[in-house]
């Protein structure tokens, strides 16, 4: 393979295709970037009980997660240390041990070699040996406030340094929501996969001009929806999200974003609020935007946080506005929709996204529909929102491929971002985000093992 110039790819504001599209990048990717991030494994709620467990991939490495009989969590390469088959098929499940299918060596949910059939075919001190032919451990696994992360490396900052205060703010919201102080992952999630580069969807997250253009069609549908609703009625999560993308311009610009280390980034919310001066949480306006319809039991769940953390937090803790957290290189998290989203690439041009939804312990069930539903409308092959987004990454795939132009280009607010103590601030429509992920991703990739 000939050498790959990272260097000469990730210039100030401007990327070069080939980072989108070529192989080898591809593979150095997975590699430098998804090998030493800290990678979303999933959530503590899905191995709650001992002998649970879950399947999934960092980067693209294949891992088990389990709840030992001792109550930790541990996480493994799905291989065995035999002949290399898979040791586990199953997606999740609850089990004592995992039994290799091929020569059935056989684990313990802390990846112990328990067991080998014919085991005198093997020499005297093999007992010694079965020691060292457990299934063997990812380096780190850490969770945050219940929510697990993988690394494939020993090397570099401990997880809650890795996120940062912003970060861990949004997971702190996300739990903090939960009137008993808890999380539970629901059942089932939304796969959807798409024919383009996974950076064109964290890109596309922090994206705010193109809202109002390419989600032409739910603005328009929102319109109508709430034209025949009448002025007075009580406006659905979906539609009120969706009407918002056809804000003005100038309106984007206000909903700030945030720029942090390590590639990560935030916006601000954007839904229609008063100032909130004369309302109390009493009032059903301090959830969504003022006229967003309340979920049954509403008011019941705000009394329910107020008595867990008293009015002034519990305010604090419903009026946190943001949109989209985007933790890099691969993980979204917006705990006032309960939503979890997680790109697991495959190739250059290929990447599925898995979408979660949690439920709030202690609130009631119309919480947890209302959250269903609004991924549903956002995120599911049929939704009028997502499709979008999906279709103009295949489109910008295969347009890369086409002329002689070399670069894409990130130029727009880019001499107006204000340095914070945290980063730095930008206009809504600003595209420093997407520099700022260029940047963490020229770093990761510039640094040899
Ligand atoms: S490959 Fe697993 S027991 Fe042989
Ligand atoms: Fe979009």
Redesign the pocket.
């Known amino acids: 393979m000939h050498a790959i110039d990272i260097q000469a790819l990730v210039q100030p504001a401007r990327v070069h295709r080939r980072v989108y599209t070529d192989p080898a990048i591809f593979d150095l990717e997975m590699e430098r970037i998804f090998g030493r991030a800290w990678l979303y494994l999933g959530h503590e709620s899905q191995v709650r009980q001992r002998g649970d467990f879950f399947a999934t991939l960092l980067g693209r490495e294949r891992v088990i997660v389990t709840r030992h009989s001792d109550g930790s969590i541990r996480a493994f390469h799905n291989r065995?240390p035999?002949?290399?088959?898979m040791?586990c098929s199953e997606r999740r499940g609850n089990t004592p041990r995992f039994v290799?299918p091929?020569?059935?060596?056989t684990f313990g949910t802390d990846g112990r070699l328990v067991g080998v059939p014919h085991r005198r075919g093997y020499e005297a001190g093999f007992k010694e040996r079965m020691e060292s032919l457990g299934l063997e451990p990812i380096a780190r696994i850490d969770s945050y406030r219940g929510f697990l992360f993988g690394s494939l490396t020993d090397e570099g900052p401990s997880l809650a340094d890795y996120l940062g205060d912003d970060v861990r703010m949004a997971f702190d919201n996300f739990v903090d929501r939960a009137p008993d102080g808890d999380l539970d992952i629901a059942e089932g999630k939304l796969v959807q996969v798409f024919n383009a580069n996974w950076k064109l969807q964290i890109e596309n997250s922090i994206d705010l001009v193109h809202p109002p253009i390419l989600h032409y069609n739910a603005v328009e549908v929102s319109k109508e929806f709430l034209g025949a609703s009448g002025p007075d009625e009580p406006v659905p999560t979906a539609v009120d999200i969706f009407r918002s993308n056809g804000l003005p311009f100038e309106e984007w610009d206000e909903v700030r974003q945030y720029a942090l280390a390590n590639g990560h980034c935030y916006m601000k919310g954007f839904l229609q609020k008063s100032d909130g001066e004369q309302l109390t949480i009493e009032d059903e306006a301090r959830f969504g935007s003022d006229d967003q319809m309340p979920f049954e039991g509403q008011l019941d769940y705000k009394r329910a946080l107020v008595e867990r953390h008293g009015a002034a937090r519990a305010e604090e803790i419903l009026a946190f506005d943001r949109h989209n957290t985007i933790v890099y290189p691969n993980l979204f998290i917006n705990p006032r929709l309960q939503q979890v989203r997680v790109l697991q690439p495959t190739a250059a041009d290929r990447t599925e996204q898995h979408c979660y939804v949690f439920a709030l312990r202690g609130a009631p069930a119309a919480a947890l529909h209302t959250a269903v539903a609004f991924l549903t409308a956002s995120n599911s092959p049929a939704s009028i929102v997502t499709t979008d987004d999906h279709e103009i990454f295949e489109r910008i795939q295969a347009g890369l491929e086409s002329g002689e132009r070399e670069w894409l280009d990130l130029t727009r607010g880019v001499d107006r971002d204000v340095v914070t103590a945290t980063g730095r601030e930008a206009a809504g429509t600003s595209e420093l985000a997407m520099r700022n992920q260029h940047d963490a991703w020229k770093t990761y990739m510039m640094e040899a093992a």
Do not use: T
Not at 82 to 85: I, K, N
Not at 102 to 105: D, N
């Open positions: 065995c035999h002949r290399g088959a040791v290799c091929y020569h059935a060596w």
